[in-house]
């Protein structure tokens, strides 16, 4: 766990700690009970309106579709995601269908909170995420077919990381994300 980050004095360890691994230990398999809990994570998050708007494929080490996933990944992503213990291709579902809420515009922002949920189970459970969009969208889809109305937005690579970040963590200061939105006083 990495807790050295500047002004991270407080923040949950969980928080502090998380970060996105570029190298996986491929020895570590994520198990059934592991796979049910990361999902059960992302089930409660918040959404818009409850419209749930999100959906997962997950594929293991050795299951059908864990190759037909991997051919699609860009060089980049496919040196650390081959080793990873589960790949989750996310997706989301901009026209919900509730008849008071049929466009959620929201869709996105929510699949987001839901991934974010399912990253700090991982982290809570000793294992690591990358969140990454290095791979051929229109070929990933052309491969797995959603249905209608359903579109893949990103993927996760899930797993024991192997190794800390090559360099540290970087952001923003929290005066800029302040500040940054606004114009200066005239
Ligand atoms: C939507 C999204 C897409 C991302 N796409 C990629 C990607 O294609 N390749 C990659 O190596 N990392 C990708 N990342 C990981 C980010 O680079 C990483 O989260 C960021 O550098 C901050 O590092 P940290 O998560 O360790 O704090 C992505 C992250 C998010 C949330």
Known sequence: MRSDQPGAD????????????????????????ALALLLEAARWAPSAGNSQPWGF??????????????RHLAPSSTRWAT?????????????????????SEFADYDLGQAVAHLTLQAQAMGLAARQFRAFDLDGLTAELRPSPGW????????????????????RRTVTDLRAAPWAPPA
Request: charged fraction near 20%; hydrophobic fraction near 40%; avoid cysteine.
């Open 83 to 103: 080793g990873a213990g589960l790949l989750v291709v996310t997706l989301t579902r901009r026209h919900v269908g509730d008849p008071l809420f049929a466009y």
């Open 151 to 170: 579109e893949i937005v990103s993927m996760v690579a899930v797993g024991r990381a192997a190794g800390l970040p090559a360099g540290p963590r970087t």
């Open 57 to 70: 494929l997950t594929t293991r080490p050795g299951e059908p579709e864990h190759a037909r996933v991997l």
């Open 10 to 33: 407080g923040l949950h360890p969980l928080l502090a700690g998380r970060y996105s691994p570029t190298a996986f230990d491929p020895s570590a398999a994520v198990d059934d009970h």
